[in-house]
T-cell receptor, first 109, second 114 residues
């Protein structure tokens, strides 16, 4: 089955700096790659997704890149704000979503 | 509300007891998923329904776990003879269809087996 690895497990940045989270996947047939933000006591919430026919997608301060050949994808958050502090999960889907282990992002004011 | 609703939000049960966890998906969403999330980990797939039928139950850890969705809307995850290792947050998600569309998650049910 699919295996998704996510790095780093924790990330601290100063407010206004950029944050980058990276994931790799194992199943070359996976074709959908969403990123979720999870705040304490809440369910995951989709922040951006990318499909396998696209290499990059941007939505305001958030961007995702996908390298199908290398089987890795990354989340980029620019101009970070304290409210960006949360756990972020990447996921890959062939049939079901397989999640990475999460990154605890802390934005220091 | 228009989101995925899970009840109860918290459940404490004794080892060996039976529990039921309920999920109300977004109206009109035909696909429904159950995931289990342990502390500090990502959600792990348990079972997927398309309509009333379980299209994929390969993630259920053993035969103590069972889920139903009799009318293609509300789903119930049932756990028999609970063990302390079953303690986790159980998440439900729904999707408009089976394809690569956004999966909306509920807030989860935190199950604690004592």
């Amino acid at each position: 089955g699919e295996n998704v690895e996510q790095h780093p497990s924790t990330l601290s940045v100063q407010e206004g700096d950029s944050a980058v989270i990276k994931c790799t996947y194992s199943d070359s047939a996976s074709n959908y790659f969403p990123w979720y933000k999870q705040e304490l006591g809440k369910g995951p919430q989709l922040i951006i997704d990318i499909r396998s026919n696209v290499g990059e997608k941007k939505d305001q301060r958030i961007a995702v890149t996908l390298n199908k050949t290398a089987k890795h994808f990354s989340l980029h958050i620019t101009e970070t704000q304290p409210e960006d502090s949360a756990v972020y999960f990447c996921a890959a889907q062939r049939e079901q979503l397989t999640f990475g282990s999460g990154t605890q992002l802390t934005v220091l004011p | 509300g228009a989101g995925v609703s899970q009840t109860p939000s918290n459940k404490v049960t004794e080892k060996g007891k039976y529990v039921e966890l309920r999920c109300d998906p977004i109206s009109g969403h035909t696909a429904l998923y159950w995931y289990r999330q342990s502390l500090g980990q990502g959600p792990e797939f348990l079972i997927y329904f398309q309509g009333t039928g379980a299209a994929d139950d390969s993630g259920l850890p053993n035969d103590r776990f069972f889920a139903v969705r009799p009318e293609g809307s509300v789903s119930t995850l049932k756990i028999q003879r609970t063990e302390r290792g079953d303690s986790a947050v159980y998440l439900c998600a729904s999707r408009l269809g089976a394809g690569n569309t956004e999966a909306f998650f509920g807030q989860g049910t935190r199950l604690t087996v004592v």
